[in-house]
Nanobody, 121 residues
Framework: QVHLVESGGGLVQAGGSLRLSCAAS??????MGWFRQAPGKEREFVGG????????WYADSVKGRFTISRDNAKNTVYLQMNSLKPEDTEVYYC????????????????WGQGPQVTVSS
């Protein structure tokens, strides 16, 4: 069983930055994804990273503003969010899976607890 522990959510003004962390209890998977979800909406793919080579993928809505990185020694993945907008206000989840990065939430086996990110205008 892999446990993912997230940290770093909170409240920020529009144009500001936040960094989310996702620490894994073990690195027995190949890909990490970040998703976000607003009340009453589907969970949306934000981006992902492949552990073996650090390759990243991003949704068009965050490309150029968000950056995903990893620290192998700490089994931790980061989501750096810059130029935040009010529409980025959602609950953000990290997820892990065996296989390649997928934009489909059902493909992921393990999930973090999902901290709230709130961007005020």
């Amino acid at each position: 069983q892999v446990h993912l522990v997230e940290s770093g959510g909170g409240l920020v003004q529009a144009g500001g930055s936040l960094r989310l962390s996702c620490a894994a209890s073990a690195r027995t998977f190949y890909a990490m994804g970040w998703f976000r979800q607003a009340p009453g909406k589907e969970r949306e793919f934000v981006g992902g990273i492949r552990w073996i080579d650090g390759n990243t993928w991003y949704a068009d809505s965050v490309k150029g503003r968000f950056t995903i990185s990893r620290d192998n020694a700490k089994n931790t993945v980061y989501l750096q969010m810059n130029s935040l907008k009010p529409e980025d206000t959602e609950v953000y989840y990290c997820a892990a899976r065996l296989g390649s990065v997928s934009a489909i939430s059902a493909d992921y086996s393990y999930w973090g607890q999902g901290p709230q990110v709130t961007v005020s205008s």
